[in-house]
Every structure is written in structure tokens, then in C-alpha cells.
């Protein structure tokens, strides 16, 4: 019987590299529902492909038609957010890509969980200001969470079967992203076209910014923080610009355990729908070849020249509602970054701004970190707004 997926976010570039594993491996998975941000045309064409028999799109305003382009698929289907968090939840599910970007995938990564899923994720934020809720909707629900982050998916190869007591400490490697050859200060002006121009993955925007301010690596140390239930101090970080190595375990004799593989998003992602079981990667991706890659650079990470990772692990481990703070606040200067209405390098200062008036607050609810996420994204507007664009305001 085939493996039933749920697919949220399935028009971003994790959904569309999920639903191309999917359509690879023949037979052994089956899309049973879609969930999508705003994409009508995209959301069709993929319910025309796979036949599923649920369809949610979160923007309401761009539902117009959808039903009846929908008609000739069959799916049921309806709108809004509590609509996403249905297809999370869709009874007939045995696994939930959650690929949603943003805080948006934290209720719908609960909702999946809470009904008993296994979860593939790829939404960070679920883990950086939800951690304690999604620790316990695991506890609730029996499910399993599968990391889908080419690093977390790294350790958890490596880690598999083996006695916590034995590691000394999780290593992640970061590519550095475009800029972390150059100083901060010729990096402040960089424009979005040149922020998006990532030298080994090809990513959506968010993401694809946050691993040139390097938040992205801070977001992975805190999620690392949750998935593996490690000190904060046996986590770090090194620069690896190859992006060849996934990331590292030491073991306490000294010895490192490493996991190698292809800069391609679907090796984790085949890997997540096919555990416990290998299956030869069915899409085109150039095989890694350990004879012809060249050398393999490390470098240690400088966070005084990437105050967005200091940002990250600093609010992860002060709890509460920092993080969710935090990461509101990064995605409201990100938007706005690549609107060209902030340079880049006004990112962590928006980010430091808000964080500096955070309300106290524990974080134990899931009303509690929407309540700061809210907050935050207001602070951060303003903030925003109080900055002027000294460079040029292009994106390209």
C-alpha cells in the first residue's frame, strides 16, 4: 500500500521538489492533499497531475474560479487558513510535508501532529518558536518527526542508533551564503538581486536571504536545539562553502561522523518519505563523485560579521517569546529588503530593535507565540519605516 503524503507549501521550492520525489517514486507514494499560499495556477496544475482528494489555498482572495478549475480533478477543496491546517490534519494521511514558509507553518504543523501524522519538515519556524508545543503535540499524537533541512536530515543520518552519551557535539555547516567572503560593511548596501544569488542552492527568496545574513544557520542551531534535544553549548557551527558535507558529529573519543551527499533538496526530502528504506533518486540531480569533487574548505564562523546568527541563538536560548519575536521581526526586514525599502544591512538592526521591547511572556501556548508574533510584526514595520535607503533602490 502506498505511503498517503500531505503536501503544505506545495507550491513553494520544497513542495514542488517534494511532489517531483513523489511523482519519482512510482507507486510507493500516493498525494492525498494539497495545501498552497496563493499560487491558483500552480495549485491546478499539480491537483491535475497527482488527483488529490483534498485542496486548501490560504489567500482567500485569490480563490475566484478555483472550484471550477478544480472540478475535473475531483478534489475536494476549500479556503482560508483553517482550511490549511484540515489538509495537516486530513484523516487519510500517513505523512505531512510541512513546507510552509514562516510562522505560517506552526498551527499547521501542530494540527498535523496533534492527529497523529508523521511530519517531514522543512518549516523551521515551527521548531524555533514552537518548540515546546511541538514537543508536546508529539507527545500527545505518537508521531514521529522527520527533519527535512539538508543539515538536520545530516544529523539525524549520523546520529541514527547511536547512544546520546557518546556525542560530543552536533556540527553544522553553513555554505556561508554570497557575501561571507566580504566584510560586514561592504555587505550593508547589497542589493536583493545580489543577496538572492546564492553559490550553491537554489532556494526560495526568504530563505535564500536568510542564509546571507546567515539567520538561516542561526534558526538551524535552535531547531537542532529541539530535534535533538542537545546543551546549547554541544552545538556549532562552521563555514563549509562547498556544501558537501551536511553537517558532523563528534564523538566524545574524538572521532567525527560526517554525512556527504549532493547540494540537491531532494535527497532529504526522498530520504523523510522512504525511511526506513533507500531508493535510488529518480530525478535528475548529478551524483556526487568523491574522486573529482576537489578539496573540502572549513572555516570557523565570525558572528560579529553575521549578527543575524548571534540574533537567532541568543533569542533561542532565552526562551519564552523571544524567539518568536525574533523570527516575526526577521521576516517583516526581509519583506521589506526585498522591496528594496531597507538596505541589507538594516536587517538585524530592525531585528535588534524589536527584540530589545519584548514583552515577557513564557511561550507555552500557541495563542501566547501568535500574540508576540503580531507584536512583533508591528514593531518591526515600524522600525522599518524609520530607516531610509542610502543605496540604490533596485533589485536587481
Known amino acids: 500500500m502506498p505511503k498517503r503524503i500531505v503536501v503544505l507549501g506545495s507550491t513553494g521550492s520544497i513542495g514542488r521538489n517534494a511532489l517531483e520525489v513523489a511523482a519519482s517514486l512510482r507507486g510507493e507514494v500516493e498525494v492525498v492533499a494539497l495545501a498552497a499560499g496563493r499560487n491558483v495556477d500552480l495549485l491546478v496544475e499539480q491537483a491535475r497531475i497527482f488527483k488529490p482528494r483534498f485542496v486548501a489555498l490560504e ?57 497523529g501524522h508523521d511530519v517531514a519538515l522543512a518549516n523551521k519556524e515551527s521548531l524555533v518558536v514552537g518548540g515546546r508545543l511541538v514537543e508536546a503535540a508529539l507527545a500527545r499524537g505518537g508521531a514521529t518527526l522527520f527533519p527535512v533541512d ?136 548529478k551524483p556526487l563523485d568523491v574522486a573529482t569533487m576537489g578539496s573540502l574548505e572549513f572555516a570557523p564562523l565570525d558572528p560579529g560579521r553575521f549578527p543575524c546568527f548571534e540574533l537567532a541563538v541568543a533569542a533561542g536560548r532565552a526562551g519564552g517569546v523571544r524567539p518568536a519575536v525574533m523570527s516575526a521581526a526577521n521576516e517583516i526586514a526581509v519583506e521589506r529588503f526585498l522591496e528594496a525599502e531597507v538596505p541589507f544591512g538594516a536587517i538585524p538592526a530592525i531585528i535588534e530593535e524589536t527584540l530589545a521591547k519584548t514583552p515577557p511572556g513564557p511561550g507555552d501556548s500557541y495563542d501566547e507565540v501568535a500574540r508576540a508574533d503580531a507584536w512583533a510584526r508591528e514593531g518591526a514595520r515600524e522600525a522599518a519605516a524609520r530607516t531610509r535607503w542610502s543605496g540604490e533602490r533596485s533589485r536587481r
Not at 64 to 89: D, I, N, R
Not at 242 to 255: F, I, K, N, R, T
Open 59 to 115: 489567500d482567500e482572495k485569490q480563490a475566484a474560479g478555483l472550484a471550477a478549475a478544480l472540478a475535473p480533478y475531483g478534489c475536494e477543496f476549500a479556503v482560508g487558513a483553517e482550511a490549511v491546517k484540515a489538509a495537516a490534519a486530513y484523516a487519510d494521511a500517513d505523512l505531512v510535508v510541512s513546507a510552509l514558509v514562516g510562522f505560517a507553518g506552526l498551527a499547521p504543523t501542530l494540527a498535523a501532529l496533534e492527529a
Open 150 to 285: 539538508s543539515e538536520h536530515a545530516a544529523l539525524s543520518q549520523c546520529l541514527e542508533g547511536r547512544d546520546p552519551g557518546d556525542v560530543k557535539r552536533l556540527v553544522l555547516t553553513a555554505s556561508g551564503g554570497p557575501f561571507w567572503r566580504r566584510s560586514r560593511e561592504e555587505t550593508a548596501a547589497a542589493t536583493p538581486g545580489e543577496a538572492l544569488a546564492h553559490p550553491v542552492w537554489n532556494m526560495g527568496a526568504k530563505i535564500s536571504i536568510d542564509s546571507a545574513t546567515l539567520m538561516n544557520k542561526g534558526l538551524e542551531v535552535v531547531e537542532a536545539h529541539w530535534l535533538f534535544h542537545m546543551p546549547w553549548d554541544k552545538i556549532d557551527v562552521v563555514i563549509h562553502p562547498q556544501s558537501v558535507v551536511h553537517s558532523l558529529v563528534e564523538m566524545m573519543d574524538g572521532s567525527y561522523i560526517a554525512q556527504l551527499a549532493a547540494a540537491d533538496m531532494r535527497l532529504p526530502i526522498q530520504y523523510a518519505l522512504t525511511w526506513p528504506q533507500r531508493r535510488p533518486l529518480h530525478v535528475a540531480t
